[in-house]
């Protein structure tokens, strides 16, 4: 903030496996954070979609399809999902049953709805609506 311009954020660095083994060889702590923030970092690159106008709309039919999907692995717990709309390419759920409240909603959200339903071609987001 002294009048400098800031310096342009440096791209994550990615090790390979034989320079993680490496570290683990000397810091086996150091090897774990990195691997854990590699695989964070990675997910996050991998939610983030580009598209272009020109990209076709997700296909409600396709969406629904994947929301069976959902349904039947979250009512194994006596959860449940509902789809509230197809808003361009922001596909809107309401996380029902069980999954109301739950703290765990949040990582179901994360780790099987938007991995199933965000796989649809031309979903670009999961966004769970209270």
Known sequence: MNGEPSKPVQP????????????????????????HVQNMAKRQIGRKKEFSEHDPLPDPEAVAEAMAVV?????????????????QRDV???MKGACAGCPNAV?????????????????????NTF
């Open 71 to 87: 349904r039947r692995i979250l009512q194994r717990d006596g959860g449940d999902i509902e789809l509230v709309e197809i808003a």
């Open 107 to 127: 990582l179901d959200l994360q780790q099987v709805v938007e991995r199933i339903v965000g796989a649809v071609p031309g979903v670009a987001r999961v966004s």
């Open 12 to 35: 994550i660095r990615f090790y390979s496996e034989a320079e993680l083994d490496a570290i683990e060889a000397e810091d086996p702590i150091l090897a774990a954070k990195i691997e």
């Open 92 to 94: 809107r759920v309401r």
